[in-house]
């Protein structure tokens, strides 16, 4: 772990390893739960027929998550596994909010968007987090990529300088 990392981003590790947290213990809870193997999507989304979802999305379920639902049963526990650990360990950071925010977004569009209330303001809060975990790169503080890209970020101490 970096200490010395001199920034002023230093809030945003907190946020991150919370964001890291959630997503983590939600992937367990699938984990334990057998969640790819159950009807995931009826208890997550509900009955796609009645749902009053963007059409595009609407088809895109339809078509393709309903039928392949265990593959995207295990995506979606194993993503939120690998995406929270990433962001607890600052691992990789970019990258990982890269697919968690990707991840968020499809939640939003589905369970979010039919549900409402606090499931699509807590998904929400996790996408504008992410979004700014992408740009800022939150891991070089209290994280492993302080470690890994320590001559980042250019300068002329990559192996070509002189």
């Known amino acids: 772990m970096n200490f010395r990392e001199r920034t002023y981003l230093w809030y945003l590790s907190i946020l991150r390893i919370f964001v ?3 997503l983590f213990f939600q992937g367990i809870g699938k984990f334990q739960r057998n969640f790819p ?3 995931w999507i009826g208890r ?5 027929a009645i749902l009053d979802l963007y059409p595009w999305y609407k088809t895109f379920l339809q078509n393709y998550v309903v039928p392949h639902s265990e593959l995207f049963g295990y995506l979606v526990m194993i993503g ?4 929270g650990v990433c962001l607890l360990l600052g691992l ?3 990258m990982s909010a ?7 977004v499809n939640y939003c569009l589905g369970p979010g968007m039919a549900r409402g209330g606090y499931m699509l ?11 700014i975990f992408v740009l800022a790169g939150p891991g070089k503080t209290l994280g492993l990529d302080g470690l890994l890209f320590r001559g980042g ?8 300088a002189k």
């Open 121 to 131: 303001a807590f998904q929400q809060i996790n996408i504008i987090a992410l979004a």
């Open 20 to 22: 890291g947290y959630y």
């Open 92 to 94: 990789f950071t970019r």
């Open 153 to 160: 970020g250019g300068g002329g101490k990559g192996k070509g």
């Open 37 to 39: 193997k159950g009807d």
């Open 98 to 104: 890269a697919i968690g925010l990707f991840m968020m």
């Open 44 to 48: 997550q989304i509900g009955d796609l």
């Open 80 to 83: 939120e596994i690998a995406v």
